[in-house]
């Protein structure tokens, strides 16, 4: 009996070249008008208690095919759970997935997928709460609402916002986690920071590249993180919704959640570079990364990007835009596809659950910092 494959979901994205048997070739498919490509989301059918052998061939013209050695797939028979396939091996340009598959139904993502329902699920939930306010800032190019939750009293502005990387699906499980915090109003720690600081969540900035299964683009194929500098209602109308609803609130302190590709650790980049620079505002962020790794194992200082010369920052990118803008303490934060090699997990390498903790954490930072800002 030969396997059957399909991406034919929201999220999902595979191109079926030829399967037989237990095994097939596949290719991932790029982002509509756009040659970024990396994110995959499939099922695969009636291949209980077999070997899957699963090819990706078009693996080396991927956006980041330095992404692909020392990465493990993730795989789910019930789409709630993922752990890590059995094996997953780059060579020769093709990434190869090896797993014994244990039902008839198993579903295998490059990270574990954020669907659009459950985004939605989650905005209904948390608009619904005491103390939460709901805003639709705008609308995508397919029509989606850019949601944002707000909850807070504080003079503070706080701006927590993620996947304008559609494939980067961490992101939004990192804003379940600071959602889930911040709405423990009996927990002191979060009542006190919610009394000096105003939060302004939007979960998804990037709901059309989230249900096509683009990796890094809108409807469009734009790159909406570097559109922050002159944003367009044609081209990136998700980051002029959200940077207006900046401007209207200000800016005292802002992440920008991502994933990477490539570099196994989780770490922040900064906004070295931006024509304004304070040694002030850099050290608030520099305090902010250091205790951050004192704060958790799943953190560390040591791995990360190259920083930006003075002058030299690219202002189209939202941490260079808000630093420069508002005076902000900005940042991105990235967490890995692969796993936070120095706390690794071997089951499940850098996983959802780890997001929402270290949201917690990031949160639990800033509120012992709050004052400084």
Not at 119 to 124: E, P, R, S
Not at 308 to 317: D, F, H, I
Request: with cysteine.
């Amino acid at each position: 009996m030969t396997i059957s494959i399909t991406a034919a979901f929201d999220g999902g994205n595979i191109h079926v070249l030829r399967q037989d048997d237990a095994s097939a070739d596949l290719e991932i498919v790029k982002d509509r008008d756009s040659e970024f490509y990396q994110w995959f989301y499939f099922r695969v059918s009636g291949a209980a208690g077999r070997t899957l052998t699963l090819r990706i061939i078009n693996a080396a013209g991927s956006a980041y095919p330095m992404g692909w050695p020392g990465y493990r797939a993730r795989v789910s028979t019930d789409r709630d759970n993922w752990v890590l396939a059995d094996a997953t091996d780059y060579a020769d340009g093709v990434l190869t997935i090896t797993h014994r598959a244990t039902s008839a139904l198993s579903w295998f993502a490059y990270f574990a997928p954020y669907p659009i329902e459950r985004h939605n699920a989650l905005i209904a939930r948390y608009a619904a709460m005491d103390g939460v306010t709901h805003r639709e800032l705008g609308q995508s190019i397919d029509g989606q609402p850019i949601d944002c939750l707000s909850i807070g009293t504080g003079a503070k502005n706080v701006w927590l916002y993620g996947r304008q990387h559609p494939g980067e699906t961490m992101a939004e499980f990192w804003m379940e986690g600071a959602l889930e915090r911040l709405t423990h109003a009996t927990d002191p720690v979060t009542a006190a920071l919610l009394a000096k600081a105003s939060f302004h969540i939007v979960p998804n900035a990037n709901p059309d590249g989230s249900s096509r299964g683009h990796l890094r683009t809108n409807a469009v194929g734009v790159n909406l993180n570097r559109e922050w500098a002159t944003p367009t209602l044609e081209k990136s109308p998700e980051v002029l919704a959200i940077r207006k609803a900046m401007d209207e609130t200000g800016v005292t302190f802002a992440m920008d959640v991502h994933g990477d590709e490539a570099i196994p650790a989780n770490f922040i980049a900064g906004f070295e570079g931006i024509p304004r620079w304070t040694d002030s505002q850099g050290d608030k962020f520099y305090a902010f990364q250091a205790a951050l790794a004192a704060h958790t194992p799943d953190f560390q200082t040591k791995l990360g990007y190259h920083k930006s010369a003075p002058g030299k920052a690219n202002l189209s990118m939202s941490t260079n835009q808000l630093a420069e803008r508002f005076g902000a303490v900005a940042m991105t934060l990235e967490m890995p596809f692969k796993d936070h090699d120095s706390n690794p997990d071997p089951l499940r390498g850098w996983s959802p659950e780890r997001c929402r903790t270290l949201a917690h954490s990031c949160l639990e930072v800033l509120a012992a910092q709050i004052d400084g800002y």
